[in-house]
């Protein structure tokens, strides 16, 4: 009897259904168009979108290049629930990441004081809302993880700034491809 419960067990661990994400009574999976997505879960409260470029036939007689679009969509379903992080490659759901807790109200839990380093875009604007200032520049990556294959992409920094109101201080973020990296404190 154990055998067969411990095979169940493994079975359902296996099953693609038991990685899926429930948006109500409705089940997303990796495989799921954008649309659906926005069906059963509604709409994002941000959404970030990038764009790489793979190039099929490096260094050989035909490259082919091709341009993938990211969109990347956020989800706080409050203070309770974790937030979800969707990613779509050219439309299709490609990845889901479960993030820290969500917040009752977007912008309404900003610590001046908290580190932040490592959260993601959505988490941060989930907890700050959006930045004072935003300044944004791009640096391209090539990557050949294979013979005869390439893939650019851009790779964004930003730099945030917050301001937490005259009596406090000003805090700069710089994000490496929606990630906050470093922390500074501007001075008035």
């Given at each position: 009897m154990k055998k067969y419960v411990l095979f169940?067990?493994?079975?359902?661990?296996?099953?693609?259904?038991?990685?899926?994400?429930?948006c109500g009574t409705r089940i997303v999976t990796e495989g799921t168009q954008d649309f659906q997505v926005r069906e059963r879960c509604g709409e994002p409260f941000y959404a970030d979108t990038y764009v790489s470029t793979e190039v099929f036939g490096a260094y050989g007689p035909v490259q082919n290049y091709r341009d993938v679009q990211y969109d990347v969509w956020y989800y706080n379903?409050?203070?309770?629930?974790?937030?979800?992080?969707?990613?779509f490659r050219d439309g299709v759901l490609a990845r889901e990441e479960t993030l820290g807790y969500g917040v009752?109200?977007?912008g309404s839990d900003c610590n001046p004081n908290r580190d932040y380093r490592g959260f993601s875009v959505g988490e941060l604007i989930a907890r700050c809302g959006e930045p004072a200032s935003r300044r944004t520049y791009y640096d391209t990556l090539v990557r050949r993880p294979i013979p005869?294959?390439?893939?650019?992409?851009?790779?964004?920094?930003?730099?945030?700034?917050?301001?937490?109101?005259?009596?406090?201080?000003l805090r700069s973020m710089v994000l490496i491809?929606?990630?906050?990296?470093?922390?500074?404190?501007?001075?008035?």
């Amino acid at each position: 009897m154990k055998k067969y419960v411990l095979f169940a067990i493994l079975l359902l661990l296996a099953s693609p259904s038991a990685f899926a994400m429930r948006c109500g009574t409705r089940i997303v999976t990796e495989g799921t168009q954008d649309f659906q997505v926005r069906e059963r879960c509604g709409e994002p409260f941000y959404a970030d979108t990038y764009v790489s470029t793979e190039v099929f036939g490096a260094y050989g007689p035909v490259q082919n290049y091709r341009d993938v679009q990211y969109d990347v969509w956020y989800y706080n379903f409050g203070p309770r629930h974790l937030m979800r992080r969707f990613v779509f490659r050219d439309g299709v759901l490609a990845r889901e990441e479960t993030l820290g807790y969500g917040v009752d109200e977007i912008g309404s839990d900003c610590n001046p004081n908290r580190d932040y380093r490592g959260f993601s875009v959505g988490e941060l604007i989930a907890r700050c809302g959006e930045p004072a200032s935003r300044r944004t520049y791009y640096d391209t990556l090539v990557r050949r993880p294979i013979p005869g294959y390439e893939r650019y992409r851009d790779q964004r920094r930003e730099e945030w700034i917050y301001d937490f109101g005259e009596d406090r201080f000003l805090r700069s973020m710089v994000l490496i491809d929606g990630r906050v990296e470093t922390i500074n404190t501007i001075e008035r």
